[in-house]
């Protein structure tokens, strides 16, 4: 008789684990998002050169650039599955919530990676001053898990319409905003030497928000 | 009707007192008449707003497509009173201080919501079926229910501190004479029957949508 | 004083027409509704 | 192993896809054990009955429930005891069909995935296709799949929908042979117009589509 266990941690850290593998396998999510950072980092760089003096645009750049990385990318996996129409088979293994946990922590983990190859690629290439490492990591880390929650809920929405992707910047960047505006005061306070305290309780409190939201709507996203 | 026509006076009346009766703010000479179209214009934009969300936890909750055309048809109408709204705002901000857009915490709390009811329309314009269009963006709606707080309250305060404002911003508190409240509050009143109203025949024109689409 | 009057009345004709639209809306939408 | 107790009950079931109006007034009650089969026309809703009754759909008015050992299921749930297979269920491309079941049972929570996902291949004949690509499988092969997929926790209930398509005489006799092996234990649903498929069943239902579908 089947356990409890699909809608327990066993069955999200199954659809971790295949998300993972997939993307292993097909490889197109990674290159795309990967390629989209690096070009529009370099873009950016190559058009406004080295801003080392100019902490205030530095941050809004850099958080431009992460935002519309995970624009570029955090839909896709629940594009993939609707496209596939493989929806129907995850459906008959594992509750929405479930599913849905997989997906935003293996979106949250693909930002990370995204995040490991842009962030520094940012720093060295715009010359940007020496972050105070301690608030940087942290607006980061909090940034990303907000915007990572925001993109995915928005993510499984818009992957049932009929633009799909194309929909998901505009749809999402009312959501995500203030995860962007906070991220960036921030962010421009700790090149500064100002304190991120204000923006970091924000980010957490506007991420949690945001994932509450997120466990109660999931049984709602699925229904036909 | 009578109620209509009663409306129909009402806000009439208190147009003409608005430019006849009620004197004007001191600082603020003339452009004191574009805040009685203004500030009703916003308060109704965060009322459909608040309608719409309203309806939409409720179709989550009782699926009844009724509650879907409640929540759509309000936020049509928010659209509507928002961008009144931010016009009149920019106006008024060109007559005082010589700029459209300065950013200002009002102004971009209300673009703002520009932004979420934009998104909303446009995630409902491109779902086809109706059951699974009210779910979806009923859902939306549930999520920006959660972020409109922050978005209104908390971005325009990091904004304003990330660019302290040069120009003095006068539209702090306004010592209200008591007539300029009178009229105020009377206009206040009107625009939110005109909404309501409004709403009652989007509502019914949804209706008529889905039966024609049922039939 | 004269500019106030005339604003005056652009804005009762504005409302006016709205409310005349509105009406003339809302008749035809009965109508509909009885077919 | 006996399976547990299940019973699937509608109660003036109506489902719309916007004008059309699929299921009207459906009301029946199929108890375990037994195989029951869905009959109607094409469009007649057979498809929709069955994704209504494993929870994938939302009826537009009226209920259906299933019961396993007198415990109403929640549709969100009802996944752990439904077993569906249907023409449209999909599997992923990238993986082996192996790899699927595989993570089909760690999802569904089952002990030992690999041999669960072992045992169901075996039951349709496609162990030795276990690390072949889907995207490799022929329409044959992919119909036994789904079957396998839905075998893979031993559901009470089980959901096939024209379970016969692109099978071949080898896979029509598994098909025969392993839904008579649940005859006793089981609750079996196949929607089907296919008379070889349709004698397999006990109890009926037809679906008009347009008028009561009282149980023949």
Redesign the interface.
Request: hydrophobic share 60%; charged share 20%.
């Given at each position: 008789m089947p356990t409890e266990a699909s809608s327990s941690p066993a069955a999200v850290w199954a659809i971790l684990r295949k998300e993972c593998r997939s993307e292993w396998r097909t490889r197109y999510g990674l290159n795309a998002a990967l390629l989209f950072a690096v070009t529009s980092l370099t873009s950016v760089s190559f058009a406004v050169g080295r801003l080392g003096d100019r902490p205030?645009v530095l941050a809004a750049l850099l958080w431009v650039v992460l935002l519309f990385a995970a624009l570029a990318s955090l839909s896709h996996t629940f594009v993939r599955e609707v496209e596939g129409r493989t929806m129907t088979l995850l459906r008959l293994v594992a509750s929405p919530t479930a599913i849905a946990t997989g997906k935003l922590l293996f979106n949250l983990l693909f930002l990370a990676v995204i995040e490991l190859v842009t962030v520094p690629l940012f720093l060295i290439l715009m010359g940007a001053p020496t972050p105070s490492w301690g608030p940087f990591l942290g607006v980061l880390v909090l940034g990303s898990l907000a915007l990572g929650t925001?993109a995915t809920?928005?993510g499984a929405?818009?992957a049932?319409?009929?633009?799909r992707a194309a929909?998901f910047a505009?749809?999402?960047?009312?959501?995500l905003?203030?995860v962007v505006?906070?991220a960036v005061?921030a962010t421009?306070a700790q090149w500064s030497g100002g304190s991120v305290a204000v923006?970091l309780r924000?980010l957490a409190a506007?991420g949690v928000?945001?994932l509450?939201?997120s466990l109660?709507?999931y049984d709602?996203?699925w229904?036909? | 009707m009578i109620l209509?026509g009663l409306?129909?006076l009402w806000?009439?009346a208190w147009?003409?007192a608005?430019?006849?009766w009620a004197p004007l703010v001191p600082v603020l000479g003339?452009t004191t008449?574009v805040l009685y179209f203004h500030i009703p214009s916003a308060w109704v934009t965060v009322l459909a707003l608040g309608w719409s969300m309203v309806h939409s936890v409720l179709y989550?909750r009782s699926?009844n497509l009724e509650h879907d055309h409640q929540a759509a048809a309000a936020a049509e109408i928010g659209l509507l009173f928002c961008v009144a709204a931010t016009i009149s705002g920019s106006l008024w901000a060109k007559a005082m201080w010589g700029a459209y857009w300065n950013w200002d915490p009002r102004e971009t709390s209300i673009f703002?919501l520009l932004?979420?009811y934009?998104?909303y329309l446009?995630?409902r314009s491109?779902?086809?079926?109706?059951?699974?269009r009210a779910?979806?963006s009923?859902?939306?709606s549930?999520?920006?229910?959660?972020?409109v707080p922050?978005?209104v309250f908390?971005?325009p305060r990091?904004?304003f501190?990330?660019h302290p404002d040069p120009l003095i911003n006068t539209r702090g508190k306004i010592d209200m004479d008591p007539r300029i409240r009178v009229v105020f509050f009377a206009l206040l009143a009107g625009f939110t029957a005109l909404f309501f109203?409004?709403q009652s025949?989007r509502v019914?024109?949804a209706r008529?949508e889905r039966r024609a689409?049922?039939? | 004083m004269k500019?106030?009057?005339v604003?005056?009345a652009v804005?009762?004709l504005v409302?006016?027409l709205l409310?005349w639209y509105?009406?003339r809306?809302?008749r035809r939408?009965a109508e509909?509704?009885k077919k | 192993m006996s399976a547990a107790a299940a019973a699937v009950e509608a109660r003036d079931l109506i489902h719309?896809?916007?004008?059309r109006r699929v299921l009207e007034h459906l009301a029946f009650e199929f108890a375990a054990p037994g195989v029951v089969a869905i009959r109607g026309s094409n469009g007649a809703g057979k498809s929709t009955l069955l994704k209504i009754v494993a929870g994938l759909l939302?009826p537009?008015a009226g209920a259906l429930s299933v019961q396993i050992d007198g415990r109403d299921t929640p549709p969100l749930a009802r996944h752990r005891w439904i077993g569906y297979a249907a023409p449209d269920l999909s599997f992923y491309p990238e993986f082996s069909a192996g790899e699927n079941l595989v993570f089909a049972a760690e999802t569904r929570g089952l002990d030992a995935p690999p041999r669960a996902a072992q045992r169901a291949l075996e039951q349709v004949g496609l162990a030795s296709r276990s690390n072949d690509r889907v995207a490799a499988l022929s329409s044959g092969m992919l119909q036994r799949l789904r079957l396998a997929f839905a075998l893979l926790a031993d559901p009470p209930v089980l959901l096939l929908d024209e379970p016969g398509s692109h099978l071949d005489e080898a896979g029509r006799a598994m098909l025969t042979d392993l839904v008579g092996k649940r005859r006793t234990t089981h609750l079996v649903m196949i929607a089907t117009n296919d008379e070889r498929e349709g004698a397999l069943a006990d109890r009926s239902v037809e679906l008009a589509g347009r008028g009561l579908g009282d149980p023949a």
């Open positions: 205030d925001g809920l928005v929405i818009i049932q319409t009929r633009g929909l505009g749809v999402s960047f009312p959501i905003l203030p505006a906070a005061s421009r923006e924000l506007y928000a945001l509450a939201a109660m709507l709602h996203l229904e036909d | 209509r409306l129909l806000i009439a147009i003409v608005a430019f006849l003339p008449r989550l699926r703002f932004l979420v934009g998104a446009a995630l491109a779902i086809d079926q109706p059951e699974r779910r979806l009923a859902v939306y549930a999520i920006a229910f959660v972020s922050f978005l908390v971005v990091i904004y501190t990330l109203w409004v025949v019914r024109v008529l689409e049922e039939r | 500019g106030d009057l604003v005056m804005a009762l409302w006016g409310f509105l009406i809306l809302e939408v509909l509704e | 719309r896809y916007g004008a939302r537009s």
